[in-house]
Each structure stands twice: as structure tokens, then as C-alpha cells.
């Protein structure tokens, strides 16, 4: 009978635990990974929601303001400033389109004090 070789056979079976090992972690980042990418499209899909509906809110304010404003003919310095910063804020959220043309018109309107 030949010798038992006991350092070759606990190698082995440490290289064969430590492969099932990576194999399950493997396996288990793939999981992960599909999860993850579902979870971001979901967040994506809400931020788009709220990016959408937010500017709907805010072009709807900008356009009532203007509309005020060009309708009575004035405007104070500090409905002129507010409107122009949610403009800013507006735009930055990749919106624009027609409301710039209010934006100019305001723009035009003189100033009064109250």
C-alpha cells in the first residue's frame, strides 16, 4: 500500500472549499448585481417622476406670476427677484421651452415700489 500523502489530500480539499467558495461568491455577487440594477432603475424611474412633476409645479407658478405681472403692468423688485430665481431653478432642471419669452417680457416690465 503507498503512503498517504495527507499534505496533498488537505490541500486539495482547502482548493476545493475555497473554489466552492468563490464560486458561491460569485454567484451570489451576480444576485446582487441584477438586484442593484433593479433597485437604480426603479430610484431612476422615481426621480424622473418627481423631476417631471416638479417642473410642471414650477412652470405652472412661473407662468401664473408672469402672467400677473404683465397683466398689471409692474412689478417690485422683489417679485422680480423671486420670479427670476425660480426660473433659474426651473431651467436647471433641463426646462424651458416657451417660458422664456414670459421671462423677457417681466424682464421689460418697469419697476414699483410698495
Known sequence: MPPIHWDTIVTG????????????????????????????????????ELNNATQTTMRTSILHYAEKY??????????????????EKYSALNANGFINGYMQRVDQLPDREI
Open 13 to 48: 480539499l482547502i482548493s476545493a472549499a475555497i473554489l466552492a467558495g468563490v464560486r458561491a461568491m460569485t454567484k451570489a455577487f451576480k444576485d446582487y448585481s441584477a438586484e442593484s440594477h433593479a433597485w437604480r432603475k426603479r430610484i431612476d424611474t422615481k426621480l424622473d
Open 70 to 87: 404683465l397683466d398689471r403692468g409692474w412689478v417690485t423688485p422683489e417679485e422680480r427677484a423671486s420670479l427670476f430665481d425660480m426660473h
